[in-house]
């Protein structure tokens, strides 16, 4: 129940969004997460969006990795 | 790169590859300083299933212990509960809306869907919010969702009560078994059945809950959780940190999945779950009420309290040789069971563990029965 692929949000209305997930689209709701915006990728959990990907930590957290991996391996970059 | 580059690395493999390496390299630091594999529970049913699917358990098999926990719903609602259920479509004039996993869990006497099968008007839906369609375009039925699941499956009844009530709906009901996660950790660590190093906590329920939420397991029982996503790089990195915190002999929480999870979780998901919730005792398999371990709609919203509208019989649940709620406390693993992959397998399930998407049975079943 909880497989969560970002969708990116399409188009908004008050309480739903078109989103794309993977090139196919679909509707989910958006009452807890209000602040979305057109653009904004989203988790979804049985057809409701819980929460926005914040693109900054999600582009740490690949920093992070790669630091962890070139920390054991500096040969490679 | 653009957001959708940033996401896909999380699965690329020239990054997955060497951090098992990295991972396997931290164990081994840890077996050189404690003489064992290090051990950690993954809380979510969820993770179970990511773990396995990505090879991720299969490749750190050899040097760290992973111990599914009590994080599959559809698994750990004891089984009167589910009879209760099943007992509940007998009943005329009624609709019943689930989710997809409910349908083939093995009641005393039958399952979900023989009773679809056997004509009753049993619906899978994969956005619950449908439900109150459903009862809207069917006013002379009773619709009736079967409400089961962790903090996030809770707010999304909370908006279907919600919806209801704006549309005067008086034919529409749920019948709450949900499960809280602080609960059940706590039951875990005061049976001290287990020995862990630290939890693998939730990447979902905690976008709920939020990283503040899990202080107590630091403060009270001085163990370590890191929140972790669901893609091998995400898993991958989170038990890195459990390893590296716990050759420290350091208790702390870290937020490893923080592109999602906010330290004091969706507040807009709290109002809800405030205006609508009350804290209830739950049964769980295995493991017996455990007092305030669940949510149940408050007095004021009886009215779509599917409990308080219906009233069915069930007797003692049928004995069998199924031993998921020793599954699902971590005591031991499917493989362990005896009935695994020969009476027990996903085209004949003998308990819920070998159903539910979630399950540590069904994950061992199509994953690893070859590598373990
Ligand atoms: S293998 Fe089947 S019978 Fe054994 S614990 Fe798992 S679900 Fe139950």
Same mark, same amino acid.
């Given at each position: 129940?909880?497989?969560?692929?970002?969708?990116?949000?399409?188009?908004?209305?008050?309480?739903?969004?078109?989103?794309?997930?993977?090139?196919?689209?679909?509707?989910?709701?958006?009452?807890?997460?209000?602040?979305?915006?057109?653009?904004?990728?989203?988790?979804?959990?049985?057809?409701?969006?819980?929460?926005?990907?914040?693109?900054?930590?999600?582009?740490?957290?690949?920093?992070?990795?790669?630091?962890?991996?070139?920390?054991?391996?500096?040969?490679?970059? | 790169? %653009?957001?959708?580059?940033?996401?896909?690395?999380?699965?690329?493999?020239?990054?997955?590859?060497?951090?098992?390496?990295?991972?396997?390299?931290?164990?081994?630091?840890?077996?050189?300083?404690?003489?064992?594999?290090? *051990?950690? &529970?993954?809380? $979510?049913?969820?993770?179970?299933?990511?773990?396995?699917?990505? #090879?991720?358990?299969?490749?750190?098999?050899?040097?760290?212990?992973?111990?599914?926990?009590?994080?599959?719903?559809?698994?750990?609602?004891?089984?009167?509960?589910?009879?209760?259920?099943?007992?509940? *479509?007998? #009943?005329?004039?009624?609709?019943? $809306?689930?989710?997809?996993? &409910?349908? +083939?869990?093995?009641?005393?006497?039958?399952?979900?869907?023989?009773?679809?099968?056997?004509?009753?008007?049993?619906?899978?839906?994969?956005?619950?919010?449908?439900?109150?369609? !459903?009862?809207?375009?069917?006013?002379?039925?009773?619709?009736?969702?079967?409400?089961?699941?962790?903090?996030?499956?809770?707010?999304?009844?909370?908006?279907?009560?919600?919806?209801?009530?704006?549309?005067?709906?008086?034919?529409?009901?749920?019948?709450?078994?949900?499960?809280?996660?602080?609960?059940?950790?706590?039951?875990?660590?005061?049976?001290?059945?287990?020995?862990?190093?630290?939890?693998?906590?939730?990447?979902?329920?905690?976008?709920?809950?939020?990283?503040?939420?899990?202080?107590?397991?630091?403060?009270?029982?001085?163990?370590?959780? !890191?929140?972790?996503?669901?893609?091998? *790089?995400?898993?991958?990195?989170?038990?890195?940190?459990?390893?590296?915190?716990?050759?420290?002999?350091?208790?702390?929480?870290?937020?490893?999945?923080?592109?999602?999870? +906010?330290?004091?979780?969706?507040?807009?998901?709290?109002?809800?779950?405030?205006?609508?919730?009350?804290?209830?005792?739950? *049964?769980?398999? #295995?493991?017996?009420?455990?007092?305030?371990? #669940?949510?149940?709609?408050?007095?004021?919203?009886?009215?779509?309290?599917?409990?308080?509208?219906?009233?069915?019989?069930?007797?003692?649940?049928?004995?069998?040789?199924?031993?998921?709620?020793?599954?699902?406390?971590?005591?031991?693993?499917?493989?362990?069971?005896?009935?695994?992959?020969?009476?027990?397998?996903?085209?004949?399930?003998?308990?819920?563990?070998?159903?539910?998407?979630?399950?540590?049975?069904?994950?061992?079943?199509?994953?690893?029965?070859? %590598?373990?």
């Amino acid at each position: 129940m909880c497989v969560g692929v970002p969708a990116k949000v399409i188009k908004k209305e008050e309480y739903s969004a078109l989103v794309d997930v993977l090139g196919s689209q679909t509707t989910v709701g958006i009452i807890f997460v209000p602040e979305v915006e057109i653009g904004d990728y989203v988790i979804v959990h049985a057809g409701q969006a819980m929460s926005i990907v914040e693109e900054e930590y999600a582009r740490q957290s690949v920093e992070e990795w790669k630091k962890l991996v070139n920390a054991r391996n500096p040969e490679t970059v | 790169m %653009s957001m959708l580059e940033i996401l896909k690395q999380s699965s690329n493999p020239e990054i997955c590859k060497p951090l098992v390496d990295a991972v396997i390299q931290k164990a081994v630091e840890f077996r050189q300083k404690f003489g064992r594999k290090p *051990a950690f &529970m993954e809380v $979510c049913g969820s993770h179970t299933m990511a773990l396995a699917r990505t #090879g991720v358990k299969q490749s750190l098999k050899d040097y760290v212990q992973l111990i599914s926990g009590p994080g599959c719903p559809v698994c750990v609602t004891d089984q009167r509960s589910i009879d209760a259920m099943i007992a509940l *479509a007998e #009943g005329d004039n009624r609709i019943i $809306c689930t989710f997809g996993d &409910m349908m +083939r869990v093995p009641g005393s006497n039958r399952t979900l869907l023989d009773s679809k099968i056997a004509g009753k008007d049993i619906r899978v839906l994969y956005s619950p919010v449908d439900a109150v369609k !459903v009862a809207k375009d069917n006013p002379d039925k009773e619709v009736i969702f079967l409400g089961v699941g962790f903090e996030t499956t809770i707010p999304i009844l909370t908006l279907m009560v919600g919806e209801a009530e704006k549309l005067r709906l008086d034919n529409f009901s749920i019948w709450m078994t949900t499960k809280l996660v602080e609960p059940v950790l706590r039951y875990l660590l005061e049976a001290g059945e287990v020995q862990l190093d630290g939890f693998l906590l939730p990447g979902h329920v905690s976008i709920v809950l939020g990283e503040d939420a899990y202080q107590y397991l630091v403060t009270e029982y001085n163990i370590s959780g !890191v929140i972790t996503g669901f893609e091998p *790089a995400e898993l991958l990195s989170g038990i890195y940190k459990l390893i590296d915190l716990a050759i420290n002999g350091q208790a702390s929480i870290l937020n490893n999945h923080p592109a999602v999870v +906010r330290k004091a979780g969706n507040q807009v998901i709290h109002q809800w779950l405030e205006k609508y919730l009350t804290e209830c005792d739950e *049964a769980w398999r #295995g493991m017996g009420v455990i007092p305030r371990s #669940g949510l149940d709609l408050k007095p004021e919203y009886d009215k779509y309290n599917a409990k308080k509208r219906f009233t069915v019989e069930v007797g003692e649940p049928k004995k069998t040789k199924c031993r998921c709620g020793e599954v699902i406390r971590g005591l031991i693993s499917p493989n362990e069971c005896p009935l695994f992959g020969k009476a027990c397998h996903p085209m004949n399930p003998i308990g819920p563990c070998m159903v539910s998407a979630e399950g540590s049975c069904a994950a061992y079943y199509q994953y690893m029965r070859e %590598s373990f």
